[in-house]
């Protein structure tokens, strides 16, 4: 019975990080979008450089959304350890959007946009956004190393 509450316990902690993680991705997406519809028309950039300027501001918004709320309770390493892990893990879930988009557009020849944003922002951005999540709770934001006391860790009751 220990061992079944425990189970509850493990996976109400996971669904609760997983949607904390939805929200948090959901504001970086808009945040991508404003700050590249800014940079694009408000600024006269071209759309490379929109975009790069507003993937650079969006991941930052989610390092900190990430950082500061849905894995506050995980172990802190270095900062500039775990900001430089987040970029090369984001940047991993964005090839793998990508990959999706080749394999669809050039493989399969699904070359109309409804199947590129099918590809792109269905299954790729479901692939990316599960990659993520669990390479930055495996990686990023780690567990409490063994020894130190959890903080906000919800005991089951005995």
């Known amino acids: 019975m220990k061992t079944l509450i425990g189970?509850?316990?493990g996976l109400h902690h996971l669904a609760r990080e997983m949607a904390k993680f939805g929200v948090v991705g959901a504001v970086a997406y808009v945040v991508d979008v404003g700050v590249f519809n800014l940079v694009l028309i408000g600024l006269h950039q071209n759309a490379v450089v929109a975009k790069?300027?507003?993937v650079l501001v969006a991941t930052l918004v989610a390092y900190a959304g990430n950082r500061q709320w849905t894995f506050r309770h995980r172990h802190r390493s270095a900062p500039v350890r775990e900001?430089?892990?987040?970029f090369l893990l984001n940047s991993i879930g964005l090839g793998i959007a990508v990959a999706c988009v080749s394999v669809s557009h050039y493989v399969l020849g699904f070359t109309s946009p409804v199947?590129?944003?099918i590809a792109a922002?269905?299954?790729g951005l479901a692939?990316?956004?599960?990659?993520r999540f669990w390479s930055y709770r495996r990686w990023v934001f780690t567990t409490t190393p063994a020894g130190e006391p959890r903080p906000r860790q919800v005991t089951p009751p005995r």
């Open 7 to 9: 189970f509850y316990y």
């Open 52 to 54: 790069i300027v507003s």
């Open 83 to 86: 900001l430089a892990l987040f």
């Open 115 to 117: 199947s590129d944003n």
């Open 121 to 123: 922002n269905v299954v």
């Open 127 to 131: 692939l990316g956004t599960t990659f």
